[in-house]
């Protein structure tokens, strides 16, 4: 296990690199000039080129990129162009808000999905399964952000049951924090659920079809042993495979989830700096949700060898 | 007899070893054939015989050009098959053609049986449709189908009729080499006969010749003229079928042909007796076949210290076959003589005593 | 997964061509095809969504004609906002005084624009990018692997926002972004097809018959990768719409001109501190067309998929049926006391593509002996493998069995239900099966697999019963057992995994030893070895075995007496020497004439001509006639009985007056320097004149003669 885990890490480094790299010079094809964008239309040539010069957007590309990677590496993310400060310790703020409301909708996500997957491959074909499917197909479509706006209006709003809108000041106790994850989560775990119950239902079905757990019966083994034993374990390797791309899917998802409810996370800094053409700032959002996905991607990989031992290192 | 048809000349067939879990760890390298030398007269077959994995399958997808060997050449005719390029000439692709094992997954399951056998017609004749399907239509009914079964799809048929497709299709291009790669194992009993009476009629009427590869001894033997037994990547024996069914020179062969059950129990009673005595060990190959010993050592009641140091040298057989056992030069000092005269002296751990005593 | 069940996956109308039977001449191509719209239009929530569909690219291509207001105008009054149908306006209007329901059907136009352009962009550069790194492999391949890869490691959004920094926001550039996002995954989703549809030997057939790499990439690589291409595209096309509903919602998509949904939703969010309405049609029409493609999406891979729809678990006990005394006569028992006697045996199954009930298994009668080895033998199809799951109450799910009794050691098995049998199945019955690496749970190490029998049944702890399986492991010959009871599966080779697997099957000390097929998997050296250890374990503990195979080689090397099953029905039986000396059934004679046996050639090989008819093909009369040399007229009349017929019962009508050749003796007994069989050599007659309940000669009493 250890030598798996080095090994995913020494891996995930290259990938990081290249993925700042693709970021990096994609993100410069842009024609527009971000000094323009910061001083405003009416500032004349000269106070631009100044500006051009004090960002160092002036020097080759090159330079730039090498100048930005030396700094990323020992964990410098650069300055924001437009409030002066550290692209880090923004960041470093943000993260804990963005994170817990992913894995708070993750975790909940894999219980409730796996759970109905289950249920419903087990009653196939009968009014369990037709139900979940369905209830699966619709948390599917629902939009993250509208199915957010919908319960911050009814729910936080004329309800007044929980908070509409992420607290100005930043929560002071546990139980405030969770309350006011509630909502978000909930808009933002809806599809991963209904994902999640999809795949389970359909690995379900088919790893009840193998072989194996006819030989777990044929040993005389009560149905819930069968299930919970032999089919279960089974079953949850393409969900946790799912559960990587979930990840993935919301840390994306968060962004709006985040807009709608005012949460002051990585979403909302991350369409601040796209809207902006604020490079450093779009760069250190980029290469957190990396940083976020391949470390979520290791651990899947690390309880993937321990559901399937055929992948284990010998 | 003139020059043979298909020459195969000291042939290493090596599969580059894959990653390990760590990124700068490298797997050794598989080494599926070594140093195999074989011939095929035109018109003739030859069997070639031995456990899944003994890398049967691997040396015929050399000869179709598949693959490509480490060391040693492929000739057939005219063609100098190892020093093919990228681009395998057509006019190759005319002259071998392949049947499978796998009935199922042989046929491409969106085309209609129809367009799976013109293809080849169209490629290697430039036959318009029409006329492709013409000929499509006899070639079903030569391989005992039926014309309209050409709009058919080949999950419709059942294993030896999808069999009798790929023969077909095979037959498409009037080829001189057939490689038949486990043709009827997959097939029940009855149907594999059927099978393998088409096979030989039409050789009968074509002249093709046949690589047949089986692991059934029994069944090659009704098909054969000779056989080559393999095992663990090097041919251990070669002969004419019944010398190699009757007088076996290798013990790999003799235990190979006290396996196969006879439902004469009289006969089966002595066969198993002696497949007791001869299995050593409990399984078949395994692990990376080894370079400079005898790969069956582990397995062999015969073995003696040499058989661990090098790989045994040909030895001809008293049949006229040639033999790779160290027991014909060392040891009992066989000489070519079958190795089933050998009483198993050497075997002492049983582990399945036989039941008969018990 | 058993036999019977073999015909009724893809292979299911293979049996209608292979009966002799004229051919109805339609063209089966189009069979297929219709048979793919058929399920499809079956299929009533796929229908549903594709209708909804429909009703969208209407409302898009038409929204000018349909609505009475204008996409963007704006009422001159800043913050008008009329509830629905106030003031004319079915869905009211946003804040600044926009009809909503002109703005919807506008909508329904980005949306299908939006989502086709992302979903064009995604094949156009994923299809050829995944055929071409899939077919070329190695450099290529890991090349564009680990692209992909980096662009995946970003979430999709982010990474679209990433490059729509770098092209400039707007709704086109937003897709464009999103489209090479989701090229990645029809990317992958393709190179993954390519490589499997690269191992299938079809590919390598067309390779042979001189396709080039082109040719073999269009026509026989991409017709294979299209159905889950077709699949994947429509559910991207629900995701763009998402996506484009999301990125116009943030402001990076459509611009405030373009009456995109999500645009509706950027604008309703202005007002909501008055009302939410404004969001409630546009978040519907999105829901709706998403799901629309979600369903409709499901509907073609369920189409396309032609495997059975999964069965439940917990369900196949044999259910009680009245004995119809009319039909059939008593049957003899065929030993004095037996182990397991079962009387009666139906197996139904519904026929694929259709509501209707087929027989696979009818009126099947079997009594095994005390410590004696009962051979079930047959082509694959004929039913042997789920007649031996019905003893233990594991016929598979749609399948329903029925029968008068089943007696397992003075117990009646029939009516008890599921969960009752669990103390039969393992602790009385054990089963060893075809596939031993797929029977054994690759997760979890084969020791604690073997004592899970032991530790349920028999309440072992933990402790015991591993010391209980190492015994166990050494007994069938595991080398090694202390440190292989801690390997998994996978680590086994198919020899040692079927030892595995009687170790388990034999843990509890059952009375009766199911073998299905155990050897056909296995090479053949091992094979015997296999046989070996089950009748050696089998007599050395009075276990009563019922052996399933195709094989009859396997048969006369262990088995003491033998059932001959076609087609569903059993077709004779007798003690092994009496029906492989004087066979009373042609199909018995056609497979012990078919056995390859180690002989010097003679003409053509023995054949049954044809092959076995699936269930709904069976005839009213003898199953066998269509393939029977025999076949007179009075084999058309009806239903055959089994009928005693020497020492043997057989279902054939003519067994009287046939002459069947048996097992002939070969004219080879033995290979130079093998111990010649005892008796007399080569004499050719011994079997035919075994007198009966004599001994076999060179046996010695108690193996292979009479019990
Ligand atoms: N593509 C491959 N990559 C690595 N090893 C392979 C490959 N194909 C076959 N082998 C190995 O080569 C050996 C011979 O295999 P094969 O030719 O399939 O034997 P057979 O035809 O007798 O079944 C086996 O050890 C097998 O594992
Ligand atoms: S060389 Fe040695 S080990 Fe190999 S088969 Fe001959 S006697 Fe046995
Ligand atoms: S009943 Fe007639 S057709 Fe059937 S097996 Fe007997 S002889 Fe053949
Ligand atoms: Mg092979």
Redesign the pocket.
């Known amino acids: 296990m250890l030598r798996l885990l080095v090994s995913r890490v020494l891996a995930a480094i290259p990938l990081m690199l290249m993925v700042a790299t693709l970021v990096f010079f994609l993100a410069q094809l842009n024609p527009v000039d971000p000094a323009a964008t910061i001083m405003g239309d009416d500032a004349d040539l000269e106070s631009l080129a100044e500006k051009r010069a004090e960002l160092g957007i002036d020097r080759p590309l090159v330079v730039q990129y090498w100048d930005w990677l030396n700094s990323a590496v020992v964990g410098d993310l650069g300055t924001n162009w437009f409030n002066g400060e550290e692209i880090t310790t923004e960041l470093r703020d943000r993260i804990p808000v963005t994170l817990s409301m992913v894995f708070g909708s993750l975790i909940v996500a894999l219980g409730i999905g796996s759970a109905f997957g289950v249920l419903a491959a087990l009653k196939a074909g009968r009014w369990p399964d037709r139900t979940i499917t369905v209830a699966s197909s619709l948390g599917l479509a629902v939009p993250n952000f509208w199915i957010g706006l919908v319960l911050a209006y009814y729910v936080g709003v004329k309800l007044q049951w929980l908070p509409a809108i992420w607290p100005t000041t930043r929560p002071d106790s546990l139980a405030r924090w969770i309350e006011a994850l509630i909502l978000p989560c909930v808009a933002l775990g809806i599809s991963a659920s209904a994902a999640i119950a999809r795949q389970a239902r359909s690995s379900m079905i088919g790893v009840l079809q193998r072989d194996y757990v006819r030989t777990a019966l044929a040993k005389g083994l009560p149905v819930r042993r069968v299930v919970s034993r032999h089919a279960i374990r089974n079953a949850a390797i393409p969900v946790v495979t799912l559960a990587g791309f979930q990840t993935s899917a919301l840390i994306g998802g968060s962004i709006f989830v985040e807009f709608v409810f005012n949460v002051p996370g990585l979403g909302r800094f991350g369409v601040d700096a796209i809207l902006r053409q604020n490079m450093p700032a779009l760069l250190g959002f980029v290469m957190v949700t990396a940083a976020v996905v391949v470390v979520v991607n290791i651990v899947l990989d690390l309880s993937y060898a321990w559901l399937n031992p055929k992948v284990r290192p010998e | 007899m003139s020059e043979p048809l298909l020459h195969i000349d000291d042939v290493t067939i090596v599969?580059p070893g894959g990653r390990g879990a760590l990124p700068w760890q490298k797997l050794p390298d598989?080494r599926?054939?070594q140093h195999v030398s074989l011939q095929i007269d035109a018109g003739d077959t030859l069997g070639l015989v031995?456990?899944?994995?003994?890398?049967?399958?691997?040396?015929?997808?050399a000869v179709l050009r598949f693959l490509r060997p480490e060391s040693g050449s492929i000739r057939l005719g005219d063609f100098d098959v190892t020093g093919f390029g990228r681009q395998v000439p057509t006019e190759y692709r005319k002259t071998v053609q392949v049947v499978f094992q796998d009935p199922v997954g042989s046929l491409n399951p969106s085309m209609v049986v129809g367009a799976i056998i013109a293809e080849p017609l169209r490629i290697h004749f430039g036959m318009d449709s029409g006329t492709a399907r013409e000929r499509a239509g006899e070639l079903l009914e030569q391989v005992g189908l039926q014309r309209h079964h050409l709009d058919r799809y080949p999950h419709e048929f059942s294993g030896g009729q999808r069999q009798r497709i790929a023969v077909a299709r095979a037959l498409a291009t009037e080829p001189d080499l057939l490689v038949l790669?486990e043709p009827v194992s997959a097939l029940d009993v009855s149907t594999q006969s059927q099978v393998i009476n088409l096979l030989e009629r039409l050789q009968r009427e074509t002249g093709a010749a046949y690589l047949l590869?089986a692991h059934d001894l029994a069944v090659v033997r009704h098909t054969c003229h000779r056989i080559a037994v393999?095992y663990h990547?090097r041919i251990v024996e070669l002969g004419d079928s019944d010398d190699i069914c009757e007088r076996p020179a290798h013990p790999y062969t003799e235990l190979l042909l006290a396996s196969i059950p006879d439902p004469d129990p009289a006969v089966q009673h002595v066969k198993s007796q002696r497949r007791r005595e001869l299995a050593q060990g409990v399984a078949g190959a395994s692990g990376r076949?080894p370079t400079d010993s005898c790969p069956f050592a582990e397995r062999c009641p015969h073995v003696m210290d040499v058989c661990r140091e090098s790989f045994p040298e040909p030895v001809p057989t008293a049949t006229g076959g040639t033999v790779w056992c160290h027991l014909h030069t060392s040891g009992p000092m066989l000489g070519g003589q079958p190795v089933s005269e050998l009483a198993a002296g050497t075997s002492t751990a049983q582990v399945s005593p036989p039941a008969a005593d018990g | 997964m058993s036999d019977a069940l073999a015909g009724l996956g893809g292979s299911a109308d293979a049996g209608e061509l292979a009966s002799p039977a004229p051919m109805p001449q339609e063209s089966a191509a189009g069979a297929t095809r219709s048979r793919f719209w058929a399920r499809l239009r079956r299929n009533k929530v796929a229908m549903a969504g594709a209708v909804y569909l429909v009703l969208v690219v209407i409302a898009a291509i038409f929204a000018p004609l349909l609505t009475s207001h204008d996409e963007t105008f704006a009422t001159r009054f800043q913050d008008i906002l009329f509830s629905p149908g106030e003031a004319g306006y079915v869905l009211g209007t946003d804040h600044v005084g926009r009809d909503i329901l002109t703005r919807i059907f506008f909508g329904a136009r980005y949306a299908l624009i939006a989502g086709a352009e992302a979903v064009l962009v995604a094949l156009v550069i994923g299809v050829p990018f995944g055929l071409a790194i899939g077919y070329f492999r190695g450099w290529a391949d890991r090349i564009g692997m680990r692209f992909v890869e980096i662009v995946v490691a970003v979430p999709a959004v982010v990474m679209a926002m990433a490059i729509i920094t770098g092209l400039g926001t707007g709704l086109t550039n937003a897709m464009l972004a999103i489209g090479l996002v989701f090229s990645m995954i029809i990317t992958r989703l393709v190179r993954a097809e390519v490589f499997a549809a690269r191992e299938e030997f079809y590919v390598d057939g067309a390779r042979a018959a001189g396709a080039s790499d082109r040719r073999v990439m269009w026509r026989h690589i991409l017709p294979n990768v299209a159905p889950p291409l077709i699949v994947q595209t429509t559910l991207l096309f629900a995701q763009a719409v998402l996506a484009e509903a999301a990125l116009s919602f943030l402001g990076i998509g459509a611009d405030a001109s373009q009456a995109s949904w999500g645009r509706m939703l950027r604008d309703a969010e202005l007002s909501i501190d008055r009302t939410i309405w404004p969001a409630i049609p546009p978040g519907i029409a999105i829901f709706l067309t998403v799901v629309a493609f979600n369903v409709f999406g499901d509907g073609l891979r369920d189409a396309f998929a032609r495997e059975a729809r999964g069965g439940r678990v917990g369900v196949g006990d044999v259910m009680p049926k009245e004995r119809n005394a009319a039909s059939a006569p008593p049957w003899p028992p065929g030993s004095d006391d037996p182990l397991l006697s079962l009387r009666g045996l139906d197996i139904v199954f519904p026929k694929p593509g259709e509501g209707t009930d087929m027989t696979v298994v009818r009126d099947v009668n079997l009594d095994i002996g005390r410590g004696e080895v009962m051979a079930l033998v047959g082509e694959s199809g004929s039913g042997k493998t789920i007649t031996g799951l019905s003893l233990m109450g594991l016929v598979p799910d749609p399948g329903q069995a029925s029968a008068e009794s089943i007696v397992l050691d003075g117990r009646e098995l029939v009516g008890m239900d599921f969960n009752d049998l669990r103390w039969i199945r393992g602790r009385e019955i054990g089963i060893i099966f075809q596939e031993p690496s797929a029977a054994l749970n690759p997760a979890y190490t084969v020791g604690r697999q073997v004592a899970e029998p032991l530790r349920v049944h028999l309440g072992m702890s933990k402790r015991e019963a591993r010391e209980r399986v190492i015994e166990l492991f050494t007994e069938v010959g595991i080398p090694d057992p202390h440190k292989r009871i801690d390997a998994f599966p996978h680590q086994f080779s198919g020899g040692m995994a079927q030892r595995v697997m009687i170790a388990m099957a034999l843990s509890c000390e059952p009375k009766l030893l199911i073998a299905d097929e155990p050897t056909t998997a296995l090479d053949v050296t091992v094979q015997g070895q296999m046989l070996d250890l089950v009748s050696e374990l089998a007599r050395s503990r009075g276990v009563s075995v019922l052996l399933i195979t195709h094989d009859l080689g396997v048969v006369a090397d262990l088995a003491d007496r033998v059932a001959v099953m076609y087609a569903g029905e059993i077709v004779e039986t007798g003690r092994l020497a009496d029906v492989f000396a004087t066979p009373r059934h042609p199909y018995t004679e056609g497979l012990i004439a078919a056995i390859p046996r180690n002989e010097p050639r003679s003409g053509d090989l023995p054949t049954i001509p044809g092959v076995v008819p699936p269930p709904w093909a069976w005839p009213d009369r003898c199953h066998f006639a269509d393939r029977c040399l025999y076949e007179a007229i009075e084999c058309r009349r009806g239903p055959v009985e089994l009928r005693p017929m020497g020492a043997s019962l057989t279902r054939c009508e003519r067994s009287h007056e046939l002459e069947l050749r048996g097992v002939q003796h070969a004219s080879v007994v033995a290979i130079a320097g093998w111990e010649q069989p005892s008796g007399e050599p080569g004499s050719g007659g011994v079997m035919p004149g075994l007198p009966p309940g004599g001994v076999m000669p060179g046996l010695p009493p108690g193996e292979g003669g009479p019990a």
Do not use: H, N, P, Y
């Open positions: 599969f598989v599926a054939v031995g456990e899944s994995g003994s890398g049967k399958t691997t040396l015929g997808r790669d590869i393999m990547s076949a």
